[in-house]
């Protein structure tokens, strides 16, 4: 665990219901979860299907882990859990915790550089939101990061 805001302290077991899983890959170990980070999944089949390569570790990882940090970030504010000695550049001292400490946090990536359009990463995409419903999620925080390409669509499939 890397990300003090994803630390298990005062999380309750996890829940008997939780069916997911902690995968391993590319810069991500199944010892990376605890009992605040319960799952780590990625889906990458139709990428594969369609000959497209996850590119190398310094561009994206082939594991559940994400590259920019944006995806830590976002579930620090929605769930982190407390950080006691935080601070702003040195100031403003304290506590930091995310709007709901206490849930637990499962994360799944469907999409990686390679396959960031519409097209090509659509089918990814439902089969994780499929499996985080399968594994016992509750709630869906999705960042979708598809290139824009609604000129192309709409042209290749004569949409207006």
Known sequence: ????????????????????????????????CNKKLIGARSFRKVLRVAGL??????????????????DTHTASIAAGNHMAGTNCFSQARGIERGVAPLPYIAIYKGLFKTNMDVLAGTPDVLATIDQAIADGVDILSMSLGFENQ?????ENYNIL
């Not at 561009?59 to 882990?65: G, I, P, Q, T």
Request: glycine share 6%.
């Open 53 to 70: 390569k996850i590119p190398p570790p310094e561009e994206d990882y082939d594991s559940a882990r994400d590259f920019e940090g944006h």
């Open 150 to 154: 609604l000129d192309e669509i709409k």
């Open 1 to 32: 665990m890397e990300s003090e805001s994803l630390n298990d302290n005062d999380m309750p077991q996890v829940p008997k219901k939780w069916k997911g899983k902690c995968e391993n890959g590319t810069r991500f170990s199944s010892s990376n």
